[in-house]
């Protein structure tokens, strides 16, 4: 049974940082792109940044670029969402989500998604 969980959300105050972490378990991730989006209360979910299996692509949302990165370990089936500078507008639920295909950042082209975590940033 494929299973994705994440963790590393919690409550922060602006200019913050935190890591999300997101550990994919029932069968071989290794070849899978991955991602993170979020949603925030009453809006449509949005991508945040993706990362080929080989982690040689990275792609992010302007509003993160400079303050978010994206990496990836094959090895555990992880991949993880370091945040800095956080804003609160940044408040969301987060996703990890794993692809077969590339590093899309359109959500239907995910075959695998986390529960979410809750990241609140307070002003």
């Known amino acids: 049974q494929v299973q994705l969980v994440e963790s590393g959300g919690g409550l922060v105050q602006a200019g913050g940082s935190l890591r999300l972490s997101c550990a994919a378990s029932?069968?071989?991730?290794?070849?899978?792109?991955r991602a993170w989006f979020r949603q925030a209360p009453g809006k449509e979910r949005e991508f945040v940044a993706s990362i080929s299996w080989s982690g040689g692509s990275t792609y992010y949302q302007d509003s993160v670029k400079g303050r978010f990165t994206i990496s990836r370990s094959n090895a555990m089936n992880t991949v993880y969402l370091q945040m800095n500078g956080l804003k609160p507008e940044d408040t969301a639920v987060y996703y990890c989500?794993?692809?077969?295909?590339?590093?899309?950042?359109?959500?239907?082209?995910?075959?695998?998604w986390g529960q979410g975590t809750q990241v609140t940033v307070s002003s």
């Open positions: 989500a794993f692809s077969l295909g590339g590093p899309t950042t359109q959500a239907r082209g995910y075959d695998y």
């Open positions: 029932g069968r071989d991730f290794s070849r899978y792109a």
